[in-house]
């Protein structure tokens, strides 16, 4: 198992039967071993340094119903807000202010937004922000309104695949909802020159280890500069509130593969991992991962964006702690870095 993790190291790349006996491995010197590659490259490529994300949550409506996702239309007990063009202002003006850098604007598909008011919205950040990166992350839409957010100023745009697998996406998304459409959007995206990001939930409902192989041969052959993966948590009020959410420590081996997989990945310690576990983040960064995305929503509608249950939104999760986050993640040797953290190619 160790030939194979230097394999991954040295060349970036391995089959779909090698990941899978890599996941399938339970020995802790192993995964010792690996998280200790993964660190090493960490540290070469970024130093001690943590990108910072502000994320905004615009809108909670959403026309889907994902099995998974508590704000799927379907879901009568979710409260709905949608953010104007001003308060998405403000709290950019807010994050600028504390060293942001990089606005992430995420939302469920929500018809409300036409694409004209998005292109608007993303062309006032930059003409007020001139010096930050936008990324979207929106959902399925057509290559047209793809081109017209990237044309306003759109740097990056994140849209998990959520299973390399066709039959496993089927199951956990209602009739009508498939895999290919969702592959084809992410080809598109980097078509047109974003930035683009991929990933998937670990732990979801019915995934094997095959099913998670075949996730990471898939960011192998796709080459994405961001990949977001996080712990499966479930909703109370969704299809899935009788499943058991995943664990933190198969996350963090995935994160782990997938920073010597792509040594420069823009690679966040999610809120999901926060979520989880009280150190949940720590544990990302140092597992590999390089960026955090504190809230910069305003706090009156944080806990309406409600995907799972317990989901952080308040304390070091919001922007009001960034000192608190600049502490912890000092405690771990790793330090908050100003600047939009663009991706750039592993030399």
Known sequence: MKTLIDKLESERRLATEEYLSLLDCRDKSVTDYLFA??????????????????????????????????????????????????????????GHALGFRTFVLQGGEDPGFS???ISSVVRAI????????????????????????????????????????????????????????????LSILKDIGYQVGMGFMVG????????????????????????????FIRHKDTPFSGFSS????????????????????LLPATTALGSIHPAGRERGILAGANVVMPNLSPA???????????????????????????????SIGYKITVGRGDWRPAV
Not at 172 to 185: I, S, T
Request: hydrophobic fraction near 30%; aromatic fraction near 8%.
């Open 246 to 265: 995943a664990s933190l420590d198969k996350t963090l081996l995935i994160i782990a593969i997938l920073r010597l997989l792509s040594p420069r990945l």
């Open 37 to 94: 590659r993964a660190a090493k490259v960490r540290r070469r490529e970024f130093g001690n340094k943590v990108y910072v994300r502000g994320l905004i949550e615009i809108s909670s409506y959403c026309k889907n119903n994902c099995y998974y996702c508590g704000i799927r239309a379907g879901n009568s007990q979710a409260e709905r807000y949608r953010l104007s063009q001003e308060e998405i202002l403000d709290c950019c003006a807010r």
């Open 126 to 185: 930059k003409e007020r922000h001139p010096d930050c990166a936008i990324t979207l992350s929106l959902g399925e839409r057509s290559c047209k309104e793809y081109q017209a957010w990237f044309d306003a100023g759109a740097d990056r745009y994140l849209l998990r695949h959520e299973t390399a697998d066709a039959t496993h996406y089927e199951k956990l998304h209602p009739p009508g909802m498939q895999l290919a459409p969702r592959l084809n959007c």
């Open 115 to 117: 694409s004209e008011d």
């Open 204 to 231: 979801s409902p019915y995934q094997t280890e095959a099913c998670i192989a075949a996730d990471l041969a898939l960011i192998q052959k796709f080459q994405p500069h961001m990949v977001g993966v996080g712990p």
């Open 300 to 330: 009156e509608q944080r806990g309406k964006y409600s995907l799972y249950d317990n989901k952080l939104y308040t304390g070091d999760e919001s922007a009001e702690g960034m000192k608190l986050l600049k502490d912890k993640l000092g």
